[in-house]
C-alpha cells in the first residue's frame, strides 16, 4: 500500500504564506507526476499545480504568480509554497500521486487525507 501524508495546512491573513508539504511511502517503485488539488464547500475538486519527475510543471491559472510547486524526487515529497493568499484559496487541498508499485504494473493514483488551508482575517 501507498500512503501520501500531508502536512502545512492552517489558519493564514490574507495576503500571507503557507508551505504544504506531501510525502509519499510504502510500495513504490517510481512516481510519475505529484500535484495538488483543492475543493472548496460546494465546488468541484479542482487542480493547483503538478509537477512531473523531470520537473516540468503546471499550474491553475488562479494560482500563478503566487504558487510553486517543488518535488524532491530522493524524499518522495511534494511542496506547495503560496504566496499572497486569498480568501477565494479557502479549501481542503488534497496531495496526488501518480506512481507504480512495481516494475510490472500501471500507474495509479494515489490520494492524501486532505489538509485545511483557511485564509480568514
Known amino acids: 500500500q501507498v500512503q501520501l501524508v500531508e502536512s502545512g495546512g492552517g489558519l493564514v491573513q490574507p495576503g500571507g504564506s503557507l508551505r504544504l508539504s506531501c510525502a509519499a511511502s510504502?510500495?513504490?517503485?517510481?512516481?510519475?507526476?505529484m500535484g495538488w488539488y483543492r475543493q472548496a464547500p460546494g465546488k468541484q475538486r479542482e487542480l493547483v499545480a503538478a509537477i512531473t519527475g523531470g520537473g516540468n510543471t503546471v499550474y491553475a491559472d488562479s494560482v500563478k504568480g503566487r504558487a510553486t510547486i517543488s518535488r524532491d524526487n530522493a524524499k518522495n515529497t511534494v511542496y506547495l509554497q503560496m504566496n499572497s493568499l486569498k480568501l477565494e484559496d479557502t479549501a481542503v487541498y488534497y496531495c496526488n500521486a501518480a506512481l507504480r508499485n512495481t516494475p510490472w504494473t500501471n500507474t495509479r493514483d494515489y490520494w492524501g487525507q486532505g489538509t485545511q488551508v483557511t485564509v480568514s482575517s
Open positions: 510504502g510500495s513504490i517503485f517510481s512516481i510519475n507526476v
